[in-house]
């Protein structure tokens, strides 16, 4: 008999090189990290869209999508304080080892989309899996045609990575729209709501994918746009969440209808997700 | 291969197994437990053996409960169990289960240290429906052996190499009279017995016609999202992940969930996929009965009856089935 690969759940240990507070509230952190094993750091290989668990002993796990690009060094979680285990996660100074088990997931199919216009469209602080992929797409600028990327917050304090956000506005090579939800002091970029503001760009949907990220009122109200936009539901990616425990497709917390998020997701067409039950 | 055991031996047998290996059998009708002379051998048992293979704690990882602790990984069992008294229905049910946690680590260890020796019923219980969800139980699927008893004697068909090292000296090769007994009991429990049309129907019907189907919300009426039928089922797999600390020390273990909670499936925000109970409910049975059905070819059911016998509130299993293959 043929051993299959083996899966398990144990978390490798893993250090809190960087803590960033990202956002005014102080609810928004990036931590960058670093496989204590530098084969097992080095070997860490993913696919923009992916996810690890975070895993502090006696909080548990939780699933986090990795906001870093392959090439970088460090792998960058950026994590909402909301639950036990993000709450835990927020209060461990840098230096700290905490576990992580991943990547999990399939990630978003670049290869596909070579030679193709990308709309990169995010909403809060769901932009983190999408940082990945725009990093990775402007390395490897010349397999793609034009770059957009529409990113809306409630306001000006809750943009994430703003000092990367200034060196992309600079960029000939990608059109990058800011948006904050109402006026603010200090704001001179654009006002208005994700949909709105990629009504009033109108991304072409020939030769083009649209990746969107964003809570389920904003993609409620973005997907009609791309469809007048051009966009079949075939060229529409979206990122699922739901309640997960082991991330490899067998404690089943997360299907959507035959669909697990963990393993058969996160990255799913329109196409796909209109032949599953809505339950996400 | 088929083997002849006398029914007066299988005692001694037994007892022989017991000094090599850690022996499970039926010991009441609750359920399994260590061999030490009892046997209910009358009717399957409460229990299934599904809590071989996923046990109610499954441990994962030891760790001191403080900050930045690494935990140690936590070896599983090593020794090898021999199970005796297997109704086939529940081996179906294991051998289900391994289609999806074939290569979990855990599972993986239990099962290849597990023998798994079957017995048949003697009759159908009064719940049974295991035929009409495709199961034939002479055909071993999840045994090492099975034992059919029969005029005195049971008749023991040997389905991996690896159980050859149970067999004592007290087994003899079957002659060919006794092959063909087996071979007409079998022959005959097809005619009784077939599987039912249902299946085929709900391979056929589109998943979100089902989804969709007006009866759920009647079907789930009664439920009390209690949770008993998936922790009674030989098939539903779901299991939950906790940290548990005590003083200075902690322990990440595994254990049985069920989708029937209202927890299962909610989001850290607060929003919950399947907030109502009604959602939770068409859930589990279009998991069992279309979602499986259509990814592995076979039911999430082996048709024991026990969520039936066990459901508080009375809700028939079966009924469900036959509501859903009618969309």
Redesign the interface.
Known sequence: MVA????????E?ARIERVVVETDDGLLKSFYLRL?DEEAHRAFRHVPGQFAMLS???????PIGIASAPSEDLILFTVFR???V?DALH??PEG????LRGPLGNGYPLEDFRGKNVVLIAGGFAVTTLRATLVYLLEHRDDYGEITMIYGARNPGLLLYKPELKAWQERKDLKLYLTVDREAPGWDGLVGFVPQITEQVAPSGENAVALVCGP?IMIKFTLPVLEKCGFTPEQVYLSL???M??G??????C????FLVCKDGPVITLAELK?????? | MLYVLPQEKLSSWLKGLSEKYRLFVPVSAEGFGPYEGELYLEARTRLSVKEFFLPWREPLLRFEARPGAVPEPVAGPEEKRVVFGVRPCDAKGVALIEKVFSEDEPFRRRREGTFLVGLMCREPGSQCFGWAMGLDPFAGEGLDLLFVEREGRYLVSLFTARARELLDENFAPADEEAARALENEREAFRQKYAAAPALEKLKEAPLLALYEAPFWEELALPCLNCGACTFLCPTCYCFDVQDEVVGGEGVRVRLPDACMFELYSRHASGHNPRRSPVARFRNRFLHKFKYFLDLYGEPLCVGCGRCIEECPAGVNLWDIIRTMSEV
């Open positions: 299959a690969p083996k899966k398990n759940m144990i978390p240990p204590l502090v002993p006696g909080k548990g796990e939780c909301t639950g036990l993000t209060r461990l700290t080892v905490i576990g389920p969440e739901n309640r425990r082991c490899i497709g067998l404690c089943h917390h299907n959507v209808g035959p032949k599953l039950p809505p339950e996400y």
